[in-house]
């Protein structure tokens, strides 16, 4: 089936910092998503990115579809204590129904130091 | 309303038990998901209802047992499970469209233990 490939799988940074991670995929993906995760809680969807070369942002968080593709990736700059968590890039794949699978990356566990 | 809710938050059963976990919206959302999340891992989608018809089964063993009595409404019935089936079950929901991504909306989770 298909996988996404998402690194770096952790990060310890110090407030004010900027962090990067990206992922990558052996299949064409249409859409490519960033979700994050708080402990206890279910994934929040960060940004959509829904064409190719497309670099969106939101806030403090920039992200880029790659001109395959086939990767991605989304940076955080001037990190906060609340920017913690757990962060997945997702690929949905349309079914037969009309609804979406979503494929997941492995995550990359978000530390930052006050 | 964005809102997806699960009950219960935390739930521990024994292996002989018989239990179900409830997910609700109300965002008029016509597909509806089950996700199973071990620790450290990303979710993996179990089951996908789409107009209240089972549309994924991702060969989930039978002692989940998915419903979906209503458009808000999504259960999962859980008997005789095993201990390695302590996980974080989520739900979410999402509009149904072809061609388009619709953004999946997750609830929190019900945390199962099974002893």
């Known amino acids: 089936g298909q996988q996404l490939n998402q690194s770096p799988q952790s990060m310890f940074i110090q407030e004010g910092e900027d962090v990067s991670m990206n992922c990558t995929s052996s299949s064409i993906f249409n859409t490519w998503l960033w979700y994050k995760q708080d402990p206890g809680e279910g994934p929040v969807l960060l940004i959509a990115l829904y064409k190719a070369g497309e670099l969106t942002s939101n806030g403090r968080l920039t992200a880029q579809f790659g001109i395959t593709r086939k990767d991605s990736f989304l940076n955080i700059s001037a990190s906060i204590p609340s920017d913690v968590g757990i962060y997945f890039c997702a690929g949905p794949l349309l079914t037969q129904g009309g609804s979406e699978k979503l494929v997941f990356g492995k995550g990359m566990k978000l530390t930052v130091n006050p | 309303d964005t809102e997806v809710t699960q009950t219960p938050k935390h739930l521990v059963m024994g292996m002989t038990n018989k239990k179900s976990l409830k997910c609700e919206q109300h965002m008029g959302h016509r597909a509806m998901y089950w996700y199973k999340q071990k620790a450290k891992k990303p979710p993996e989608l179990m089951f996908v209802y789409s107009y209240e018809k089972l549309s994924i089964n991702e060969s989930v063993p039978s002692r989940f047992s998915p419903e979906c009595p209503n458009s808000s409404l999504l259960n999962l019935h859980l008997h005789a499970l095993q201990p390695e089936d302590s996980a974080l079950y989520l739900c979410?929901?999402?509009?149904?469209?072809?061609?388009?991504?619709?953004?999946?909306?997750f609830g929190p989770g019900t945390r199962l233990t099974v002893l």
């Open positions: 979410a929901s999402s509009q149904v469209g072809f061609g388009i991504y619709n953004e999946q909306f």
